[in-house]
């Protein structure tokens, strides 16, 4: 395991990683997304239908439109995570995003699917772990002190989860954060990123269009804006997203469980007190994870090179490409060549003479 130091820093740089392969191109990573998109879809309608035809199976067609609509949540609003069926559909359909990414990738082959993971290697699960607490701490405490304490929703409280509606939302919870993760700070924020090769640039940008991509209100969109910039400075300092990732999951899994106990709802009208509170939580979050990076070199320890052994499979394979055109270029030589020439090698001919 190598280690960045100041002279390969840029060449690990997350937001831009894509442009260290000699594979890259401008346009690729637009097919990429074309292909991610429609394997998505593809595949949050299979999830859909398929749940609705289960849960509504014995009904006729006419009878299963009632059930697809209290299966899928509209928007945040309509959302009820204790309703098992619509969490797998709500929470699963974006974690599809995951498979639909692999896939296109190796279809695309411009670079390999553990480079949208991390410039460090693919995917760490020590740097997640050692993130995370830090997310917490950062994060869900201030979001349970906030809901209990100051709204008092613990007068509220109600279990509203099944066990298998709880066992849905903690399997795909998770999933669904590091999903909105690979998708935004991955792909969008390295596809800008290798763009206009400016970090700070791609940060901003994919951090305006999440907040674009949530059905919030204006207040709710800046504090969305505010989360997206969050994601992708920790992304930028972590190397990856599974700094991110940490943050995301433990926001949004706070929020899930919050709601199966009756003691907090989501949303889409949000107010100023929640933007302040978000806020403050990301920017001690971003300043933790710099500081962290700075005194304890979490997120310079590499893995595995993946440009580097990328592009070395490349250079092997324009070598061997090469070699086999010399070789047929020898032969064609040898083959077009004067009579003369072959007499003259000849060892048969010198000693008839």
């Excluded at 695309?108 to 050692?130: C, E, H, I, M």
Aim: glycine fraction near 6%; proline fraction near 4%; hydrophobic fraction near 50%.
């Amino acid at each position: 395991m190598s280690v960045i130091n100041e002279a390969n820093t840029k060449e690990h740089s997350y937001p831009v990683y894509g442009r260290q392969f000699k594979s890259y191109r401008w346009y690729k990573p637009i097919i990429v997304g074309v292909l991610f998109v429609v394997v998505y879809l593809f595949l949050s309608l299979v999830l859909t239908v398929g749940v609705t035809f289960y849960v509504g199976k014995g009904l006729t067609p006419d009878a299963l439109m009632p059930v697809l609509k209290d299966l899928v949540a509209t928007n945040y609003d309509s959302m009820e995570l204790a309703n098992a069926w619509q969490s797998v559909i709500s929470l699963g359909c974006v974690a599809m995003m995951i498979p639909a990414l692999w896939l296109a990738s190796v279809i695309v082959r411009d670079r390999p699917f553990s480079s949208y993971s991390s410039a460090r290697g693919g995917w760490s699960s020590r740097v997640f772990w050692k993130s995370f607490p830090v997310a917490f701490i950062c994060i869900s405490v201030p979001i349970i002190v906030d809901e209990l304490v100051y709204k008092h929703n613990i007068d509220n409280f109600q279990m509203k989860f099944t066990l298998f509606s709880f066992a849905v939302v903690t399997i795909l919870g998770p999933l669904q954060c590091i999903a909105e993760e690979y998708a935004f700070r991955g792909l969008l924020m390295q596809t800008l990123g290798s763009w206009f090769r400016l970090p700070v640039i791609a940060v901003i940008l994919q951090a305006a269009v999440f907040a674009a991509m949530h059905p919030y209100n204006t207040i709710g969109k800046i504090g969305i804006l505010v989360s997206g910039l969050v994601f992708g400075l920790s992304a930028w300092i972590g190397r990856g997203i599974e700094v991110s990732s940490a943050f995301h999951i433990a926001n949004n899994m706070t929020i899930f469980y919050l709601q199966g106990l009756n003691m907090a709802t989501i949303e889409s009208e949000s107010t100023m007190h929640d933007l302040i509170l978000e806020l403050c939580t990301g920017a001690v979050y971003v300043l933790l994870i710099f500081i962290m990076s700075r005194r304890h070199n979490w997120f310079n320890k590499i893995r595995r090179d993946d440009a580097g052994a990328w592009n070395k499979k490349i250079d092997d394979k324009i070598e061997r490409k090469e070699a086999k055109a010399a070789a047929k270029a020898e032969k064609k030589a040898e083959k077009n060549a004067p009579i003369g020439t072959h007499e003259e090698s000849s060892p048969g001919k010198h000693f008839k003479q």
